[in-house]
């Protein structure tokens, strides 16, 4: 890690405080062993796949978790350069605009700068993993029937925060040395919700030619793009 992007990392830009486990728990051992096979350097496909016998909702909602911290942190490295004027509508390019829905206040889809959209999209996510009755904390407390649904709609939401800072902000994250950094989140990313299908394909073609350019060696003669 360079140390430019250290000094940035360590500033610890997180919109919001970071949501932890708490240690002895389930959770906070899978957590454990999800961070020691990204450590060791292990494949990232085969880090992400479900250990033999884990439950498949403990899992998801230990990568749901680590994922809305980590993107938190990637986006508050660039978030003084995404303001009001140079980021008048939350898109991926000319082709994708995002509209915020959250059956409150915005109660249809909105139009919004990009900046607004970030705030009210961590703000929601917050709520839903701080809430007990969605991401049960004590041991023996199920699940509801609906959270993987919940969970498909976080990370399809987050996915647009990596459309966002690699269309339009990748040229800071250049500058600050945090490329490799930021590819290897979205690597790890990518194959979670590919692997687990939280994340529809057609959601996922706004970045389809990032994920080709790294995929593509692995790819027969003669394949096509994975999308």
């Not at 509801?144 to 498909?152: A, G, V």
Request: aromatic share 12%; glycine share 4%.
């Amino acid at each position: 890690m360079s140390i430019a992007l250290k000094q940035v990392f360590n500033k610890d830009k997180t919109f919001r405080p970071k949501r932890k486990f708490e240690p002895g728990t389930q959770r906070f051992e899978l957590h454990k062993r999800a961070q020691a096979s990204l450590n060791s350097g292990v494949d990232l496909k085969a880090a992400v796949q479900l250990p033999s016998g884990e439950d498949q909702n403990d899992w998801v909602a230990v990568h749901v978790v680590d994922f809305f911290n980590r993107i938190n942190l990637i986006y508050g490295t660039i978030c003084e350069f995404c303001t009001e004027r140079t980021c008048p509508v939350m898109s991926g390019g000319p082709k994708y605009e995002y509209r915020w829905q959250d059956d409150l206040k915005y109660k249809k889809p909105t139009a919004l700068p990009a900046p607004q959209y970030m705030n009210l999209l961590m703000d929601w996510i917050e709520v839903q993993i701080n809430n007990e009755d969605i991401f049960p904390t004590c041991v023996g407390v199920p699940f509801p029937k609906n959270f993987l649904q919940i969970c498909k709609k976080i990370l399809c939401r987050l996915f647009r925060v990596f459309v966002h800072v690699y269309i339009h902000h990748f040229d800071r994250v250049i500058v600050m040395g945090a490329e490799a950094h930021v590819n290897t989140c979205y690597k790890h990313f990518y194959y979670f919700v590919t692997e687990m299908n939280l994340i529809d394909r057609k959601e996922l073609e706004p970045l389809v030619s990032v994920t080709v350019r790294w995929m593509a060696p692995r790819l027969p003669r003669g394949a096509h793009q994975p999308f």
